[in-house]
């Protein structure tokens, strides 16, 4: 079975500061990668979804990379802002035909 | 376009009783996916529906079941509610079965079993 996880659980740092958040998971046979957003009581807001065959993804200030082989993801974070605090999750798709979620990590960008 | 609503958003149930839950998917989409989301256990899957049949299924008792419509609309139903339950419900559509497409997420119901 697929294991997702996540380090570090919990991050705080100063707004302006660029930040990596890491995902790994233990059956490198995906199909992709997706990285969402949640905010506290709320749904999860798609960010960036990655493709097997991709090594990365971008959008605006986020960067999202990809190495399957050594079960790897890491989202990088640019010029992190207050409204960037969230918990953020990481969910593979692999060959049991379903999304497995990582635990998250709550991050908070102190003003 | 229209996001993935959920329906109702708060709940609160007794023990023993039955709730039925709703997600409309994002219009085109044919996949309903269900998670359970508790502070413990974090998110797991626990079905999905595609083009109204059950394409996988979580680990999760017979008490949760589901089911999907011609217009792709789908419930979810948990008989005999237990205090373990309580937990938020996220619906999630996709233009492909299996996790293939990107999902996009509901606001999720939030249900409270006392």
Redesign the interface.
Same mark, same amino acid.
């Given at each position: 079975k697929q294991e997702v996880t996540q380090i570090p659980a919990a991050l705080s740092v100063p707004e302006g500061e660029n930040l990596v958040l890491n995902c790994s998971f233990t059956d490198s046979a995906i #199909?992709?990668l $997706?990285w969402?957003r949640q905010d506290p009581?709320? %749904? *999860? =807001?798609?960010l960036l *979804?990655i493709q097997s065959s991709q090594r990365e993804q971008t959008s605006g200030r986020l960067n999202a990379s990809l190495d399957k082989s050594s079960g790897r993801s890491t989202l990088y974070i640019a010029a992190s802002q207050p409204g960037d605090s969230a918990t953020y999750?990481c969910?593979v $798709?692999g060959t %049991?035909? $379903?999304? #497995?979620?990582? =635990?998250?990590t709550s991050l908070t960008v102190i003003p | 376009k229209a996001g993935v609503t959920q329906t109702p958003r708060y709940l609160i149930k007794t023990r023993g009783q039955q709730v039925t839950l709703s997600c409309s998917p994002i219009s085109g989409h044919r996949s309903v996916s269900w998670y359970q989301q508790t502070p413990g256990q974090g998110l797991q899957f626990l079905f999905e529906y595609f083009s109204e049949t059950q394409r996988n299924k979580g680990n999760f008792p017979g008490r949760f079941s589901g089911r999907q419509f011609s217009n792709s609309r789908s419930e979810m139903n948990v008989s005999t509610l237990e205090l373990g339950d309580s937990a938020l419900y996220l619906c999630a559509s996709s233009l492909l079965s299996g996790g293939m497409g990107e999902q996009y997420f509901g606001p999720g119901t939030r249900l409270t079993v006392t």
């Open positions: #199909y992709n $997706q969402f009581g709320k %749904g *999860l =807001t798609s *979804l999750l969910a $798709q %049991g035909n $379903q999304f #497995y979620f990582g =635990t998250g | -």
